[in-house]
């Protein structure tokens, strides 16, 4: 919305970095999606890099190099920091400018004969850290598909409750325990009543779930006391990654009334590491979800024909399983579910405005998820509890092996990838967990 078009779009672009020429990589020379990494095995602090084919583009040491010497001071001081707050406080002027010179710096032209594969660390051989201090984390519930799915579920007769088509309904998270891809989990315990119990128990978690969603960073942010305007509202965020909120759903259930989501939801929730930026996005823009017939029209704070023309990203994320036993026979992960985050009833701007609507700032590296990005349509529900109807329904893995819910040793891999006829895949690689026994 805030970002228009220019050379770093391109789809003529090749990369010296030749993996990152290959037809389905999610990341060709057109993404540059930025993250934080140290090399595996090497007692060294964590460094800012940018994902380029297989490979990693080392930020501190093209500055070391004096690479990107012709940048403002400010900016290379920021891409030597540890993580990417000091960058994501700066603006969007900043990461763009850097995005034009990696470009550059990354193209195939006969210019990179000078430059050396010594910039680049391969992906394998790096730990994918988490790429911001994430000071506050808010997730919302924006898919009318999936509100409509759950509520269904616990209250037939009205599934929507009545604020949900004038406001984009959050809970706040819990940010201490967002975790990287790749990270193990153990299942929780808790607290759980069956309908049939007098009483409730302790004990692991019998229902646990996940939801896929996508994140957004915050930028530069807003003041206390300042609301950001839906027009300006994607100046404030750096860029997306996806999101895997590990929900236990016995304890959720008894837990929830009336403050909402809390044990059920603060024991862990993954992310992708890299960090694809709007401008990276600006090619994949759509209209944000036209609301059927009937619909109350959003407040006139969360409204504009900027964000109903231009407010939604045609993003597609897929969710896919793999058990201990489809690992150990080789069997690759089954896809569970694959929708489109253009069929969310709210846009990123709109959550972003109805957040700070009464003022509360918004920092630099704080994350927002989207909610459980859930479609219409058979196999785009992007939760157990939706597909399997509240454990009723199993579903059956390649080896025979049956789930309502997620057993132990269970890896749940979320991808995310944007398409369009004309310009170049740009992907946002993977957002994985296992989930270990209760100890
Ligand atoms: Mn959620």
Request: charged share 20%.
């Amino acid at each position: 919305m805030s970002h228009s078009l220019d050379r770093t779009h391109d789809p003529s672009l090749r990369s010296w970095v030749e993996t990152a020429n290959q037809k389905d990589t999610d990341f060709p020379i057109q993404n540059l999606p930025f993250g934080v990494f140290r090399e595996r095995g090497k007692a060294e602090n964590s460094r800012i890099g940018v994902a380029i084919g297989d490979r990693i583009l080392d930020l501190k040491f093209c500055c070391q190099e004096g690479l990107l010497q012709e940048l403002p001071t400010r900016l290379q001081e920021a891409c030597k920091a540890p993580n990417l707050n000091p960058l994501m406080a700066l603006g969007n002027w900043a990461s763009s400018t850097l995005r034009a010179r990696l470009s550059e710096l990354l193209l195939s032209n006969g210019q990179q004969k000078t430059l050396g594969t010594n910039l680049l660390v391969p992906m394998v051989e790096a730990e994918l850290l988490l790429p911001a201090d994430i000071g506050d984390y808010t997730d919302f519930y924006a898919s009318i598909f999936h509100a409509t799915n759950v509520g269904k579920l616990f209250r037939p007769a009205r599934p929507l409750l009545p604020n949900y088509k004038h406001l984009p309904i959050a809970y706040h998270g819990r940010a201490s325990s967002i975790v990287p891809s790749g990270t193990s989990l153990k299942r929780p315990k808790g607290q759980r009543k069956d309908s049939g119990d007098s009483i409730p128990n302790f004990g692991p978690s019998q229902l646990l779930d996940y939801e896929v969603e996508v994140g957004f960073f915050i930028g530069v942010g807003n003041q206390l006391g300042q609301p950001i305007v839906i027009d300006r509202a994607e100046e404030s965020i750096f860029g997306l990654c996806l999101v895997n909120d590990w929900s236990a759903r016995d304890i959720q259930a008894w837990e929830y009334q009336p403050l909402g989501p809390f044990l059920g939801k603060s024991f862990g929730t993954t992310i992708s590491p890299w960090v694809v930026t709007m401008e990276a996005l600006a090619p994949f823009r759509c209209s944000a979800f036209s609301r059927p017939e009937g619909d109350p029209l959003p407040l006139d704070y969360l409204s504009s024909s900027l964000n109903s023309k231009l407010g939604g990203i045609n993003l597609t994320v897929e969710v896919l399983l793999q058990s201990a036993q489809m690992r150990e026979q080789g069997i690759e992960p089954f896809l569970l579910s694959r929708a489109s985050f253009q069929e969310m009833y709210w846009t990123l701007a709109q959550m972003l405005v109805h957040h700070s609507c009464n003022g509360c700032n918004l920092r630099p590296g704080d994350l927002l998820a989207s909610g459980t990005v859930s479609g219409a349509e058979e196999g785009s529900q992007g939760s157990l509890l939706e597909i399997s109807q509240r454990g009723s329904k199993a579903i059956k893995l390649p080896t025979g092996e049956t789930r309502t819910f997620l057993a132990d040793a269970d890896e749940v891999i979320i991808r995310g990838y944007c398409e369009r006829e004309g310009f170049t895949r740009v992907g946002f690689g993977e957002c994985r967990g296992i989930i270990l026994p209760a100890r």
